[in-house]
């Protein structure tokens, strides 16, 4: 009997021993956004991005950190002024179950709190045989594809976490620079450090997922489009009634998905 209880006891221990060992092994990753809609007004965001062994978090500080004349974003001066606290984003991707969930408020379409999932997307990365010093790190050039932008990273394999910021993933090492090629969005690496835990981030996470309304990705695409293209009926009605004919669109091709793979109509009119 009192081997079977030192087992036990045994057991626990080496069990809690290697779930802090676990929690040692987080790194957070601080990434300045840079989102420019036009040349002459880039807008800064300070995102993070924390690294554990089966999860990572990222999200976006949207406080005020524009150059330019210009000090609210694009979004905001098409779709009307949103309360601060309801301009945010955030991601928790579980890296063994390969799901990625985000937390948002959907100010373009439904205005509504939102925890959208979908599986970690599959990104077919083309490394090329340029290298480069960035910040300190030998790093390579990858090409990539993704739901309608094409991009540029570089990345290092002097650091092991093959996650990046946003919804990047699939790489050998960490993605120190990485912009699309229209020049309108731009991550950079500005620091590294080791943190504690990821509990509370996952936890404060979860709560706020529960309370918001679930969808799926491609769902919450469908409903996006659906929401402006009311928007635009509304309008021609308003027009149409007072004699005018008037052309009435909207695009995708700033958001940061264009299309993807429900949809590749990016230009919408009626």
Known sequence: MCKHLFIKVLLIIIFNFNYLIAQQEVIKLDYLLTVSYTPEILNYRNTTLIVSDKFSYYDVDYSPKSKGSLKESYDQILDGQVD????????????????????????????????????????????????NIISGYRCHKAKLKFRGRKYTAYFTNE???????????????????????????????????????????????????EKFKKVSYKEFDKNLIDAKLKKLRVAKSRTDSRGFTVRHSFSTEQWLEPSNEFRSKTNFSM
């Open 159 to 209: 650091i092991p976490v093959t996650i990046g910021p946003w919804k990047f993933n699939g790489l050998p090492g960490v993605i120190v620079s990485i912009y699309d090629e229209t020049g309108i969005y731009k991550w950079e690496l500005k620091k590294i450090k080791e943190t504690q835990s990821i509990n509370e981030k996952f936890k404060s996470f979860n709560g706020r997922s």
């Open 84 to 131: 601060k606290k309801e301009y945010f984003s955030e991601i928790l991707i579980d890296r063994n179950q390969l799901i990625l969930k985000e937390n948002t408020f959907d100010r373009r379409g439904t205005k509504e709190f939102l925890s959208i999932q979908e599986e970690l997307p599959k990104m077919s990365w083309k490394i090329e045989s340029e290298i």
